[in-house]
């Protein structure tokens, strides 16, 4: 009798219980065997252009064969640098009990494709620490999970203290919240660049106990031309004159920020009423004006986007031409940007929007015509 032939019988034989529990095992049977992972030795990134970079975005990707083949095919194209996102809700979801497996897979695949990693922290605020001290955590969950009171900064601290306490040596950059200037991820209320700038010392004084040698940006700032009384966000040019007003230059050692080109070349000159990719130049000038012009400005997110429904896309020919254009123009005349990272690599699903046409490879690993293009220019 075959196995088939049997599991016909028992099932009609038996009650559902039993059946349940056959046809877990005939699945299981049928089921393909779990990917084989070999890790194997150390790689190095062969590069003829340090300065490319790229978001990897694998904070959901579950199948560690994923996360290591997307890091192989980053080390294939030739960028020696990821930024990665580790939300503070997935790694601290009680309070004081942290869990590093998922973040720990994601650096040890990182380094062992020779990839330095500069970690994206905050985020995602755990629904204890929404709350005030004292007040029953429960009301958390009932609370925009980027909400994060003043009364908690320290909380967040000790996150970032513990994130580098355990990733010593391993993580080259951490960058404090993302995109402060915009309400949606200062937990929907009107942004406050004095208030991230008491988030972002208290961060910063953490991270320097944690490991005195990792690197602390600020910022990671939208580009974004939103004035003062706005309630959706406030432009990231006076964003960070408040920033330095409020004494956030002791409390960094470089900015993040963010540059799109939207439809614009990458030569586009900047100006403040304009979002290009030059506009880094005017944070720099800021920079510069507070005597902050040894530091250096990492763009975290860059690119443009080919969607053939988006208002603020280009063509695909044009992306790939400015994406290249971008990177010539930063090592030719922006010496204080070590890094031009595209947004972003590849998600692990699709976004089924705009998103979608950011990404240099699909979440089924097919390389996109910028992905060849950006590794045959990296090895020229």
């Known amino acids: 009798m075959t196995i088939l032939t049997a599991g016909r019988w028992l099932w009609q034989r038996r009650g559902w219980g039993l059946r349940l529990l056959l046809l877990a095992a005939l699945l299981a049977m049928v089921a393909p065997p779990p990917r084989l992972l070999v890790l194997g030795p150390p790689q190095t990134v062969a590069t003829r252009h340090p300065l490319v970079c790229t978001h990897t975005r694998l904070t959901d990707e579950v199948e560690p064969w994923k ?19 580790f939300p503070w809700a997935y790694h601290e979801g009680a309070a004081g009990q942290f869990n590093w497996s998922h973040a720990e897979m994601r650096v040890d695949f990182a380094q062992n494709q020779g990839l330095a990693v500069i970690a994206r922290l905050g985020g995602l ?45 391993r993580v080259r950059a951490v960058i404090i919240w993302n995109e ?64 330095y007003a409020a004494g956030a230059g002791a409390f960094l050692d470089g900015l993040a920020a963010h540059a799109y080109g939207l439809k614009f070349p990458p030569e586009e000159p900047p100006a403040a009423d304009a979002l290009n990719f ?70 692990p699903a699709p976004q089924r929007s705009y998103g979608d046409y950011f990404t240099l490879v699909t979440p089924e690993f097919t390389l996109k015509p910028i992905y060849a293009a950006i590794q045959a220019w990296t090895q020229e």
């Not at 996360?67 to 996102?85: D, F, K, N």
């Not at 908690?152 to 040596?169: K, M, N, T």
């Not at 040698?213 to 966000?233: D, I, K």
């Open 125 to 169: 605020v755990p629904a204890w620490a929404r709350v005030e001290p004292g007040a029953d955590p429960a009301g958390g969950d009932q609370i925009v999970d980027t909400f994060l009171p003043e009364a908690r900064f320290a909380d967040f601290g000790e996150y970032v203290f513990q994130f580098v306490s355990h990733f010593r040596g």
């Open 278 to 347: 030059r506009r880094v130049e005017l944070l720099r000038a800021i920079m510069v004006r507070y005597g902050d012009a040894a530091k250096p400005i990492y763009l975290t997110e860059s690119g443009w986007n080919d969607s053939p429904r988006w208002t603020h896309a280009v063509r695909p020919l044009a992306r790939v031409e400015y994406q290249l254009r971008a990177f010539q123009w930063a090592e030719a005349n922006w010496p204080y940007v070590p890094a031009v990272c595209v947004w972003a690599f590849r998600y």
């Open 67 to 85: 996360v290591l083949h997307t890091l192989e095919l980053v080390r294939q194209m030739g960028a020696p640098t990821i930024v990665e996102y």
């Open 180 to 243: 402060p200037n915009v309400t949606l991820e200062w937990g929907f209320r009107r942004v406050d660049p004095e208030a991230y700038t008491r988030l972002l010392r208290i961060a910063f004084e953490r991270a320097k106990a944690a490991d005195p040698q990792v690197l602390v940006l600020g910022g990671a700032l939208a580009p974004t031309l939103e004035p003062e009384v706005s309630e959706l966000a406030l432009d990231d040019l006076l964003y960070l004159e408040r920033m």
